[in-house]
T-cell receptor, first 113, second 113 residues
Framework: DAKTTQPTSMDCAEGRAANLPCNHSTISGNEYVYWYRQIHSQGPQYIIHGLKNNETNEMASLIITEDRKSSTLILPHATLRDTAVYYCIVRVQYSDSGYALNFGKGTSLLVTP | DGGITQSPKYLFRKEGQNVTLSCEQNLNHDAMYWYRQDPGQGLRLIYYSQIVNDFQKGDIAEGYSVSREKKESFPLTVTSAQKNPTAFYLC????????????FGPGTRLLVL
C-alpha cells in the first residue's frame, strides 16, 4: 500500500500562499492523491484530489509531479481559518471493492497574523 | 441539507458497558466507514460497509461491532471487550466507486468514567 510522508508542521503568514508538500514514492498508477484538513475536534474536510494532472478548485490547487512521486497542496491566500492539520492520503485497498483512506499524522499548518 | 450526522457529540461509558454511536447520512451513498482517532494521531479504520447487509473489518475491529440494515444508517457499538475505548470516533460515507470522495461527520468523543 502506498504511504505518504509530510512535514510535521509549517507556518505561513496570513495572505501569503501556503505550499504543503507530500511524498508518495510508492504510489501505483491508478491511485489518486487526496487532501483533507481537520480543524481541532471536527471531522476531516475534503479539499481536493488528483491522479496525474494538476487540479484546482475554490479551496486550493494540487500540483502533482510528472513521476507522481510527490505533490504539493497550495492555498493561494492563507487566512487564519486555514490553521488546521492537513492530510495527504493515498487510498488503501482492503478487497476487490473495499477501500479506505490511510491517514498518517499530517502537517500541522499555523497561519499567523 | 445533505450530510452526515453523528450523535451524541459526547458519550460517557462505564466499565463493562456497551455503548452505541449513531451515524446517519442522507447523501444516498452506498459506502460507509468508521474511523477512530487518538490524540495527536491520524485516523484508523475500524469497519466499513460497501452495501446494505454487508460490512468488513478494518485495521482495529477488535472490541467493536457494526450493523448495516439500512442504507442511511451505520451504527457502531463499542463493547466491553474494547479495553481502551476513549477516543474520537468519525463516520464517513462515499458513493463507493474507486474515485469517490469520502465525506465525514462531525464526530463523537467517547470518554470512559
Amino acid at each position: 500500500d502506498a504511504k505518504t510522508t509530510q512535514p510535521t508542521s509549517m507556518d505561513c503568514a496570513e495572505g501569503r500562499a501556503a505550499n504543503l508538500p507530500c511524498n508518495h514514492s510508492t504510489i501505483s498508477g491508478n491511485e489518486y492523491v487526496y487532501w483533507y484538513r481537520q480543524i481541532h475536534s471536527q471531522g476531516p474536510q475534503y479539499i481536493i484530489h488528483g491522479l496525474k494532472n494538476n487540479e484546482t478548485n475554490e479551496m486550493a490547487s494540487l500540483i502533482i509531479t510528472e513521476d507522481r512521486k510527490s505533490s504539493t497542496l497550495i492555498l493561494p491566500h492563507a487566512t487564519l481559518r486555514d490553521t488546521a492539520v492537513y492530510y495527504c492520503i493515498v487510498r488503501v485497498q482492503y478487497s476487490d471493492s473495499g477501500y479506505a483512506l490511510n491517514f498518517g499524522k499530517g502537517t500541522s499548518l499555523l497561519v499567523t497574523p | 441539507d445533505g450530510g452526515i450526522t453523528q450523535s451524541p457529540k459526547y458519550l460517557f461509558r462505564k466499565e463493562g458497558q456497551n455503548v452505541t454511536l449513531s451515524c446517519e447520512q442522507n447523501l444516498n451513498h452506498d459506502a460507509m466507514y468508521w474511523y477512530r482517532q487518538d490524540p495527536g494521531q491520524g485516523l484508523r479504520l475500524i469497519y466499513y460497509s460497501q452495501i446494505v447487509n454487508d460490512f468488513q473489518k478494518g485495521d482495529i475491529a477488535e472490541g467493536y461491532s457494526v450493523s448495516r440494515e439500512k442504507k442511511e444508517s451505520f451504527p457502531l457499538t463499542v463493547t466491553s471487550a474494547q479495553k481502551n475505548p476513549t477516543a474520537f470516533y468519525l463516520c464517513a460515507s462515499s458513493g463507493g466507486q474507486w474515485e469517490e470522495t469520502q465525506y465525514f461527520g462531525p464526530g463523537t468523543r467517547l470518554l470512559v468514567l
